[in-house]
């Protein structure tokens, strides 16, 4: 019998990788991603919006698996490294619990000797976060009698055809 078992992928040292209720900190991921061998820092900062699709959104409420969500983010770096060996530090943290409008629900940040690799990597990060992390967002909505109502939405919907994420 083949065993098609693969050894659980490892963080780095020098990359950093949460789920957490905390607010996140610009500063704090972006010296999470310096190095001195970086050229560049790409941070992206994803926030509460105050609408979707027209409808007015009051909050946002995250939930994640999170022993799979960090295994997923794992995969991100080791991905990354392939196609763009220069990388020197990856950073993704995420926020669960309920978020206000601006309020920041995901940092990615990649440092990286030039600029060009830093961008793509920063976009692949997020890009293939919400399509295969196991994380959902329920969307608190207001209506026009002053009642909320919500809706649970898989972050990886977001990907689909005229989903706004």
């Known amino acids: 019998m083949i065993s098609t078992f693969t050894a659980p992928i490892k963080p780095r040292g020098e990359d950093s990788f949460a789920i957490t209720f905390a607010p996140l900190s610009l500063e704090e991921i972006y010296a999470k991603a310096d190095d001195p061998a970086n050229g560049a820092v790409v941070v992206m900062s994803g926030m509460v919006r105050n609408n979707t699709d027209g409808q007015p959104v009051v909050a946002l409420e995250y ?3 999170e022993p799979m969500a ?3 983010f794992y995969q991100i770096a080791a991905d990354i490294r392939t196609f763009w ?3 020197k530090r990856v950073v993704i943290h995420h926020r669960v619990g309920r978020l206000q ?3 920041i629900s995901v940092l990615v940040a990649v440092g990286c000797p ?3 690799e830093a961008f793509e990597a920063c976009r692949y990060a997020i890009d293939t976060l919400k399509h295969n992390a196991p ?3 329920k969307e608190w909505y207001s209506e ?4 909320l109502s919500s ?5 990886g919907a977001c990907e689909q055809p005229g989903q706004n994420c």
């Not at 026009?144 to 009642?147: E, F, T, V, Y």
């Open 63 to 65: 939930q994640a698996y």
């Open 85 to 87: 060996p220069d990388v």
């Open 135 to 137: 994380i959902w967002k």
């Open 114 to 116: 030039h600029r060009g």
């Open 101 to 103: 409008v601006g309020e």
């Open 144 to 147: 026009l009698d002053g009642k």
């Open 70 to 72: 960090l295994r997923v």
């Open 151 to 155: 809706s649970w939405v898989s972050i």
